[in-house]
């Protein structure tokens, strides 16, 4: 009988349970709200989502004709309002000499100020475009503008908008190491004028047209921040598919199997690579890997072990969604472009990460003081400390990548708003 009363009691107790879950049902139901549980269970927090202004894009056109040691380029750059000061960055400065030649707009060309990788033009007007001439002259190997016997590796070549933060600009510097690049996102259109032998292979679609004298090939990529490419002949290439997306490896496949295991831990743990192409460059870099839009370098010395290779595979692949598809601020905080991604790489190889020790690496890349300062800090030391933001949100550690992604894809995500989808969990 005792028995009976009991089973009775939770039957009553179930019945209950499960009448008010239904009262909350309808009471959430009742706001017209179709995601009721998951607004019940997932609250939003307004104040972690970019606001509409955070995401700006700009078209850039540009011609580049190379000849020998020598890049010419045209280059029209549309902004999104007129304006009379308009701040651009010449990124290519870090890594090779840059001459400026003409600068013109319709809005009247009144001063242009440059202060090595910066440029400032002032318009007796304001307008929304300007069309600026210059010329790169490459270096022969280390940097990553590289003119070699006769192919061209081109990044961070073309001149883009600056980036503002809070209303302002955010200046870049030259600088002997590191990465002192940012970008909004851009929509770029540009055509190559080369020697007929020569390939290029650059983000986006491409079309080509051949005569007797010269090669015309023209990229269009949409989304992207920076525009690498690279010309060269005689290269090994290799293509494959991985989901919807075309792996190519240009003299790289050696990397294949490691690029696609970054590839689809990073597309199941972050979100989607929203690109039809994915390019892997064995380059003569002096530095182990580098990342670009749709795209990434290796250096030969890279390829000298399966670890190392698998190492630099993983930070450069991971780099795509860090940097690439949410953007970064390598300037100011190159700890956490680096630091992030360093971990996952890490956690994807099972290489142990060291403890953070408290030890201070948020610094702006001007601040580091050595080479080695800037790996220790930037890239070992943070990575320790997204070693312990993993330890302390267990799997949630997936669901802030995942937020993020959503959230700020195509925009750029600053470490402030990075610890605010941390302290949510
Ligand atoms: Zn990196």
């Avoid at 040691?69 to 651009?88: H, Q, S, Y």
Wanted: hydrophobic share 35%; with cysteine.
């Amino acid at each position: 009988m005792k028995k009976l009363i009991k089973a009775v009691l939770i039957i009553l107790v179930i019945e209950l349970a499960s009448m008010s879950c239904l009262i909350l049902y309808f009471a959430y139901g009742a706001q017209g709200n179709g995601d009721v549980y998951y607004e019940a269970y997932h609250e939003t927090d307004i104040a972690t989502k970019p606001a509409a202004q955070d995401k700006r894009t700009y078209n850039i056109e540009a011609e580049v004709e190379v000849a020998g040691n020598k890049i010419r380029v045209t280059e029209d750059i549309f902004f999104d309002t007129r304006k009379d000061k308009l701040e651009l960055y010449i990124p290519s400065a870090n890594a090779a000499e840059t001459k400026i030649g003409q600068v013109v707009s319709d809005g009247k060309v009144t001063k242009v100020a440059r202060q090595e990788a910066l440029m400032e033009i002032q318009l007796e007007n304001a307008w929304d475009s300007v069309r600026i001439s210059y010329e790169i002259l490459p270096g022969s190997t280390g940097s990553t503008i590289i003119y070699k016997d006769g192919d061209y590796y081109l990044t961070n070549f073309l001149i883009t908008p600056a980036v503002y933060k809070d209303g302002k600009p955010v200046h870049t510097i030259k600088k002997g190491f590191g990465d002192p690049y940012i970008y909004e996102i851009n929509n770029y259109h540009v055509t190559f004028k080369t020697e007929n032998h020569l390939k290029a292979y650059a983000p986006g679609g491409k079309k080509e047209q051949t005569s007797d004298d010269y090669k015309i090939t023209t990229f269009e990529a949409s989304n992207i921040r920076d525009f690498p490419a690279v010309l060269i002949a005689g290269a090994d290439v290799h293509s494959e598919k991985l989901g919807n997306v075309n792996l190519h490896f240009i003299n790289s496949r050696e990397a294949g199997e490691h690029v696609k295991e970054a590839f689809s831990f990073a597309t199941a743990n972050i979100g989607e690579y929203p690109y039809d192409d994915f390019y892997v460059v064995k380059a003569p870099i002096s530095i182990s890997g580098m990342e670009f839009s749709n795209m990434i370098f290796i250096s030969p010395d890279s390829f000298s072990s399966s670890a190392r290779l698998k190492r630099i595979s993983y930070h450069e692949v991971l780099h795509q969604w860090f940097y690439g598809i949410i953007g970064t601020d390598q300037l100011n905080e190159p700890f956490f472009d680096e630091g992030l991604v360093d971990y996952l790489a890490a956690y994807l190889s099972n290489s142990k990460v060291k403890e953070w020790k408290n030890r201070d690496f948020k610094k702006p890349l001007k601040d580091y003081n050595s080479k080695s300062e800037y790996y220790e800090l930037a890239y070992y030391d943070s990575s320790a400390y997204f070693h312990t933001i993993h330890q302390k949100l267990g799997n949630n550690f997936y669901r802030v990548l995942k937020d993020i992604y959503n959230d700020w894809k195509f925009k750029i995500l600053y470490f402030d708003d990075f610890q605010k989808y941390v302290s949510k969990y």
